[in-house]
């Protein structure tokens, strides 16, 4: 099932890839024009793979399952996802030295990674030891406090 | 001119700057291979904004040493806890932890550094000999031949990726589709960049990689954890027990070496030769090189019990693959694996472009790249015998901390390119593209190399078609580049049902005619 629907995903991609080329000049659209029609043939090529496999499959259920990760680690990605997200938007509107800890503390509590005085000397460590190698030696201007 | 280059090459690499960045990248790597689930690709990926203020050669030394510094670091996990370190390590698993369980961890590990150093003492040699002559036979090609060879090796890497063939082929063109965002380098015209001016030069390649190969990676960490590091299950005989001492010698005796030597250069010639063709990397190597001396060993039976050549064979191979997978990367511009495809990144934010000229127009770089393959395998003999004790501490901080961990050095190393918060977004939206891919089993690894062969595709398709005056059959004039696109099309039916349609038809047609 999973086959089929990066398949039917390849398809839809390569149709609005073709799409948006058609407006270019003849020269800058001919390879991802070329691209576009090998990556379909490739999704039909998957599908009939995929249908030709579901044929030898005798259990009318078993076929079309798709398999779902348990529940506990969905939410726990998409908590992560959430966190990852939050501390990218943070990091340029408050700062490379609040949003860093912020987002480790969380993180590592929320995954209950491991002894609460650990997390709280890893959050510690690994922000001063970025802004020492990244902000300190490689001079990176990258915002370590709030924009006022 | 290669000779005097092989020359400047040498005196570069031993300037103590790049000695003492081999000796780091080293170090590095083992501490990361020794890690449970990160991988080498990871770990130069993530450390190549460190280089960004380095000189070229000085950055390359340290990426490439820490790509073999992984690569042994993977069998100090695989050996005490039973969890390979890396994909490269898993072979090394089945002789090697059975022989920590005999209290003789240290000799597991120092069987695998002497192995490592002897596979890759080989690979550097090959490498450094092998390199230039394709690098010189490639330099008479035109945009006609370097469009068949990128056509090829997009192909190959597709087909041979782990998973599905047709899935790893969709993945390339995938790669190769973003690769054309940004201005077509004939016309000028912005192309699928939604008007945004960041998008104009393209996607930056090495903010997609480190996207691609550490978001998933810590994503993963997260949601996993470590049960699997503590306690091994379905052991013979239920629960066994990591190992988290090394109380043994490491270095083995000179009688041992020499008994370990002809498996040690027979795994080492296998892993060049798999490092050489592009998809495969150091996981087929070393289990093609385990089968190999098992089957050339005396002692079949005494296999998968500690028996010290089934961790000379895997560990001596997968670290033969780095320089056989750099031949193509560094002669043709084409990365044979993921890993030399982020290596080949560390060249282009540098400024130097893969391509035919890697040899000659930045023949100083390219060659103290090579040297330092050579010097880095020394290096992690060294270092190895030093720190492997220390890697066991390495080895037990959690999953779960380490994730978040690689998310702010990604973060930081994308924004550390060119300083563009709207790279920190790319790098993530790549990094989910690549757990979604990860998740759904599409091979991540042709995407990368689809990204950098897209602009070598662009650029060589137009020149050859300005050339043929617009008829595409310029391709198959020139018989180099017929021959490689037949083998590309060959390589694609190969990942199709019809290979397999033919072969029942041929048995049916014969048995037929038996009967």
């Known amino acids: ?148 | 001119m290669p000779d005097s280059f092989l020359m400047i090459g040498l005196i570069n690499v031993l300037d103590p700057i790049n000695i003492a960045a081999i000796l780091l990248g080293t170090l590095i790597g083992m501490f990361i291979g020794a890690m449970p689930g990160l991988s080498a690709t990871m770990a130069i990926a993530l450390l190549l904004p460190l280089t960004f203020s380095f000189r070229p050669e000085t950055g390359l030394a340290l990426l490439a040493s820490l790509y073999l510094g992984a690569m042994y670091g993977g069998s100090i996990a695989a050996i005490l806890l039973r969890t390979p370190g890396t994909p490269a390590a898993a072979a090394t698993v089945i002789d090697g932890f059975p022989l920590a369980q005999q209290g003789k961890a240290g000799k597991a590990l120092g069987f695998s550094l002497t192995a490592s150093l002897i596979g890759g003492l080989l690979s550097s040699i090959v490498l450094l000999t092998v390199a230039p002559l394709l690098g010189a036979l490639v330099l008479n090609f035109g945009p006609v031949q370097i469009f068949a060879i990128a056509v090829l090796g997009m192909t190959i890497i597709g087909s041979l990726s782990t998973g599905s063939a047709v899935l790893g082929l969709l993945a390339g063109a995938l790669g190769l589709l973003l690769g054309t965002i940004g201005m077509d380098p004939t016309t000028g015209t912005p192309r699928f960049t939604m008007d945004n001016l960041s998008l104009f030069g393209g996607v930056p390649f090495t903010v997609a990689l480190i996207g691609l190969f550490s978001v998933p990676q810590a994503i993963r960490l997260i949601v996993d954890g470590d049960k699997a590091k503590t306690m091994t299950e379905d052991a013979p005989g239920g629960m066994v027990k990591t190992v988290s001492k090394i109380k043994d010698r490491m270095l083995p005796t000179g009688r041992q070496f020499i008994e370990m030597l002809p498996n040690s250069l027979r795994s080492g010639v296998i892993g060049v030769i798999v490092g050489l063709i592009p998809g495969t990397g150091g996981d087929t190597a070393s289990w093609f090189a385990y089968n190999e001396a098992k089957r050339f060993s005396r002692e079949k039976e005494k296999f998968g019990t500690g028996h010290t050549p089934g961790i000379v064979a895997p560990e001596a191979a997968n670290n033969a693959v780095v320089g056989g997978s750099l031949i193509p990367t560094i002669a043709l511009g084409i990365p044979g694996s993921s890993a030399t495809a982020v290596l080949l990144g560390g060249l282009m934010v540098h400024g130097i472009l893969p391509g035919p000229t890697l040899m000659t127009d930045h023949g100083a770089v390219t060659y103290t790249l090579l040297w330092a393959v050579f010097f880095a395998n020394i290096a992690l003999f060294v270092v190895g015998i030093m720190f492997t004790r220390a890697c066991i501490s390495v080895t037990k901080i959690p999953n779960r901390v380490v994730g978040p961990v690689i998310i702010v050095l990604s973060i930081i190393g994308a924004f550390a390119i060119n300083n563009s918060v709207f790279d920190i977004w790319l790098m993530l939206g790549f990094g989910f593209l690549g757990f979604l891919l990860d998740s759904c089993k599409v091979p991540t690894p042709p995407l990368v190399i689809g990204l950098i062969l897209g602009p070598v595709l662009d650029t060589s398709l137009q020149q050859s078609l300005l050339i043929g005056g617009g008829s595409w059959m310029v391709f198959f004039e020139s018989k180099i580049s017929a021959v490689l696109l037949v083998i590309a099309f060959l390589s694609i039916l190969q990942a199709t049902p019809l290979f397999r349609w033919i072969g029942i038809g041929l048995r049916r047609v014969r048995s037929s005619q038996q009967s």
């Open chain 1, 1 to 148: 099932m999973t086959r089929l629907l990066v398949a039917l995903a390849a398809i839809i991609i390569a149709l609005i890839f073709r799409n948006e080329a058609a407006g270019y000049p003849r020269v800058a659209a001919q390879l991802p024009k070329l691209i576009t029609s090998v990556m379909i043939g490739l999704a039909l090529l998957a599908i009939v793979q995929q249908l030709l496999a579901w044929r030898q499959v005798t259990d009318g259920a078993s076929r079309y399952a798709l398999t779902m990760p348990s529940w506990p680690r969905i939410r726990d990605g998409s908590v992560f996802v959430a966190l990852i997200i939050l501390y990218a938007w943070a990091i340029t509107s408050i700062g490379y030295l609040i949003a860093t800890p912020a987002f480790l503390l969380s993180s590592l509590f929320i995954a209950r990674a491991t002894k609460p005085w650990i997390i709280l000397l890893t959050a510690a460590i690994v922000t001063l030891a970025i802004w020492v190698i990244f902000v300190n030696f490689l001079r990176l201007p990258i915002p370590l406090f709030p924009r006022i």
